[in-house]
């Protein structure tokens, strides 16, 4: 059990009034104990209460030594009455917070079990943690990222070597094993001509022809940490509407990482490059959020979006990631990791952004 986040938990457990929480969530779990547990359709349920020791709830199915995992640990059959076990270790009245993906089978079953209980959604308190990034987690996105833009380096040459964008997924797999990776942190897009106008394209069986833009949005796990940056391409010449929407993206993703700092907000940023891809007359092709938080998950709580006024603070990492998506024409995103820092934000993508004509 990791006791700094446990204790940032429970900290804000009390200021929230929230006396139980159960935590529910894999990844949740996993960031507060080390151990990723995925149970499938069994109930798993790690319940923190005020004053108590944590106690994790789980099947039979899935043994735990308690003492690596830093909890108490009480088992259930499959035939057992596992709700009313888990109430039975908790206090029957209070506010009791809950994750927003535990299923609705348990939920409704405890609430009939707990009418004197009031239930609110808690997953806020450990997202709200899990957005600032102590200096380890911030050291892994480094790494992650890096392997990421070696890996980008060796994929680019490919889109001349006529393979489909599925085979060019399974190469990139390859490469990042190769480079010290664990595999992919989400299925990778990559997108020849008009695929590459369909902001999130599933890779087929197209092939690349001359003069087509090639989006390439790929991220690697490393070390339990994500990796997630898009480069656009072009296979043979681009033509000069294509380099023309090439440039004004560009120019969006500079302006929005210009904007990301601390004292700003989410808003701020993704507003920093919609309105100069507004004002160029490509708004109406822009038709995604600027970009989303990321950390042990490649989409994590927060994003960056023109409704989200939350302020940006040290540690946060999210993507900045504009886009223009004509079909007939081109697609085009380019989208980097950013880091805020005290005093601005850290880029942690460093492959080049100048455009690249891949010879045929």
């Not at 700092?261 to 490509?282: H, L, N, S, T, W």
């Amino acid at each position: 059990m990791n006791q700094e986040r446990l204790a940032k938990v429970y900290e804000s457990m009390k200021a929230e009034g929230i006396g139980q929480f159960l935590v529910t969530d894999p990844m949740a779990v996993y960031y507060l104990t080390g151990a990723m547990l995925n149970c499938g359709e069994r109930m798993m349920v790690l319940l923190l209460a005020e004053g108590k020791e944590p106690k994790l709830i789980i099947g039979k199915l899935f043994p735990q030594d308690e003492e690596t995992l830093g909890t108490k640990v009480i088992y259930f059959e499959d035939t057992d009455d596992y709700v009313g076990m888990l109430a039975s270790e908790m206090s029957e009245d209070g506010v009791i917070g809950v994750d927003k993906v535990w299923p609705a089978r348990f939920l409704l079953a405890l609430m009939d079990k707990m009418p004197s209980a009031k239930f609110v959604n808690a997953s806020y308190i450990i997202d709200h943690i899990r957005q600032i990034k102590t200096a380890d987690e911030q050291e892994k996105m480094r790494a992650a990222s890096a392997c990421n833009d070696k890996s980008m380096g060796e994929l680019i040459p490919l889109v001349v070597k006529g393979m489909t964008e599925k085979e060019m997924g399974e190469e990139l797999l390859k490469i990042y094993l190769k480079n010290g990776a664990q595999g992919h942190s989400f299925d990778p897009i990559v997108a020849y001509g008009d695929n590459a106008a369909d902001p999130h394209h599933e890779p087929d069986d197209s092939k690349g022809v001359y003069g087509n833009a090639v989006v390439l949005d790929i991220g690697c796990m490393k070390d339990g940490y994500c990796a997630d940056m898009t480069r656009t391409v072009f296979i043979g010449k681009a033509s000069d509407k294509a380099k023309e929407i090439y440039e004004v993206v560009k120019e969006a993703n500079r302006r929005g990482i210009e904007a990301a700092k601390p004292g700003a907000r989410f808003c701020d940023v993704d507003r920093a490059a919609r309105d100069y891809i507004e004002e160029q007359g490509y708004g109406a092709y822009f038709t995604h959020r600027t970009g989303h938080n990321i950390g042990m998950e490649v989409h994590e709580y927060g994003d960056v979006s023109f409704t989200n006024e939350n302020v940006l603070k040290p540690g946060m990492c999210f993507s900045v990631e504009p886009g223009i998506y004509i079909p007939g024409v081109a697609g085009v995103r380019i989208e980097d990791l950013v880091l805020i820092t005290e005093n601005g934000c850290e880029v942690l993508n460093h492959y080049t952004k100048d455009l690249i004509e891949v010879e045929v």
